[in-house]
Each structure stands twice: as C-alpha cells, then as structure tokens.
Nanobody, 124 residues
Framework: QVQLVESGGGLVQAGGSLILSCAASGRTFSWYSMGWFRQAPGKEREFVGTIRWSTGTKYYAESVKDRFTISRDSTKKTMYLQLNNLKPEDAAVYYC?????????????????WGQGTQVTVSS
C-alpha cells in the first residue's frame, strides 16, 4: 500500500506564498498521475490541479491556474504545490492523491490513494 504525507501548511497573510509537499512511501506502486484537492468547512472537496508523472504535463482548476504551480521530484517521489498570491478564499485543508488512471483525472473518485491533509489558513 502507498502512503502519502502532506506538509508545509500554515498561516499566511493575503498576498503571501506557501509551498506544500506530498511525499509518497510504502510498498512499490506505479501510478500515472498525482493531484491536489482542497476542502473548506461545509464545502465539497475541490479539484486544484494534477500532474502526469511520466511527462510532467499539468492541468489546473480555473480558480488557481494563474497563481498555483505543481511540480514533482521523481527521485524523491514527492509532489509540490507552490501557492502564490494567496486569498482568504484559498483557506482549506489541502490533500494530495495518487491515481492509477492514465486519462484525465479531475474528480476525487479518479484517485485511489490519499494523504491526511495539511491546513492552509489565510488572514486578511
């Protein structure tokens, strides 16, 4: 089984930046894509972005594509999310996930493995 652990969350002022990490470990497992989701209280889990592991191809939600950047380090089996120009509405628990599917993966049901989440709080 694969374990995913997010880190890097915290409290920042509006307009500030954070970088989140998602480290994969455990039993050897091959997946096609990894993704980021976020969830605020009372809201559904929201797609943020995804990266195809082998090619580095990325796709972002419209709400974040001009401000957030996904990257990966294959040797460390780690995915990153750079969050720039943060807004109060970005505050949420951010989750990383891994998917065995090779096509578009933008829904929670497309992913089989999930981390525990890391809290991002944005002050105004």
């Amino acid at each position: 089984q694969v374990q995913l652990v997010e880190s890097g969350g915290g409290l920042v002022q509006a307009g500030g930046s954070l970088i989140l990490s998602c480290a994969a470990s455990g039993r050897t497992f091959s997946w096609y894509s990894m993704g980021w989701f976020r969830q605020a209280p009372g809201k559904e889990r929201e797609f943020v972005g995804t990266i195809r592991w082998s090619t580095g191809t990325k796709y972002y939600a419209e709400s974040v594509k001009d401000r957030f950047t996904i990257s990966r380090d294959s040797t460390k089996k780690t995915m990153y999310l750079q969050l720039n120009n943060l807004k109060p509405e970005d505050a949420a628990v951010y989750y990383c996930a891994a998917s065995p599917r090779s096509g578009d993966v933008v829904a929670p049901g497309d992913y089989d493995y999930w981390g525990q989440g890391t809290q991002v709080t944005v002050s105004s």
